[in-house]
């Protein structure tokens, strides 16, 4: 089966950097995803991995370390918007199942 | 604009009865799935499909039906044997190639009144 750990939730400030840490234990690794989503509404699509390092979009960026089962996602220059759950997913097996974490919601404070 | 669409936004079913979520997209994805999300959990797999008349059982099929006759459209039926239905239903698409990520419906409430 598989396990995928992300903190509950978070608190940052306006204008801060908050990095938000998922880790995971899976056979068959295929890929890391993060999405967005806020209360009530269907997750968008932020990042994707599956070669170790940084990959950076923007205000946003995403790390894999695929021999440590880890990968976060690191928010910049936060604004009030980005106040929403960070879901972690994982993809791995022959027919592409992605298995989602639980989600950390975070707020972000003036 | 390509997109995925869910029908309806909420809605509210009686116990007993079977209902129907619609979902449709136009992406031309290959891949279609159903998740379901319930609170401190995670988004968990129904059903999906990779290819027209073809679909798997996800980690939670029980209690639920879907279809794939055409490549747009992946209706879940949620029957009377499903004991706890209340949840915010999902559904999703990809290509079945490449890296990128699930597009997501605006998601279909359901409640059991």
């Known amino acids: 089966g598989q396990n995928i750990d992300q903190p509950t939730e978070m608190t940052a400030t306006e204008g801060a950097i908050v990095q938000i840490n998922c880790t995971y234990q899976?056979?068959?690794?295929?890929?890391l995803f993060w999405y967005q989503q806020h209360a009530g509404e269907a997750p968008t699509f932020l990042s994707y991995?599956?070669?170790?390092g940084l990959e950076e979009k923007g205000r946003f960026s995403s790390f894999l370390s695929r021999s440590k089962g880890y990968s976060y996602l690191l928010l910049k220059e936060l604004q009030m918007k980005d106040s929403a759950s960070y879901l972690c997913?994982?993809?791995?097996?022959?027919?592409?199942?992605?298995?989602f974490g639980t989600g950390t919601k975070l707020q972000v404070i003036p | 604009d390509g997109g995925i669409t869910q029908s309806p936004k909420y809605l509210f079913r009686k116990e007993g009865q079977n209902v129907t979520l619609s979902c449709e997209q136009n992406?031309?994805?290959?891949?279609m799935y159903w998740y379901r999300q319930d609170p401190g959990q995670g988004l968990r797999l129904i059903y999906y499909?990779?290819?027209?008349?073809?679909?798997q059982k996800g980690d939670i099929a029980e209690g639920y039906s879907v279809s794939r006759e055409k490549k747009e459209s992946f209706p879940l039926t949620v029957t009377s044997a499903q004991k706890n239905p209340t949840a915010f239903y999902l559904c999703?698409?990809?290509?079945?190639?490449?890296?990128?990520?699930?597009?997501f419906g605006s998601g279909t409430r359901l409640t059991v009144v």
């Open positions: 992406l031309n994805h290959d891949a």
């Open positions: 997913a994982v993809r791995s097996g022959g027919y592409q199942k992605v298995t």
């Open positions: 899976t056979s068959g690794f295929n890929g």
């Open positions: 999703a698409s990809r290509m079945d190639r490449g890296q990128d990520g699930y597009t």
């Open positions: 499909s990779q290819i027209v008349n073809d679909f």
């Open positions: 991995n599956v070669l170790d």
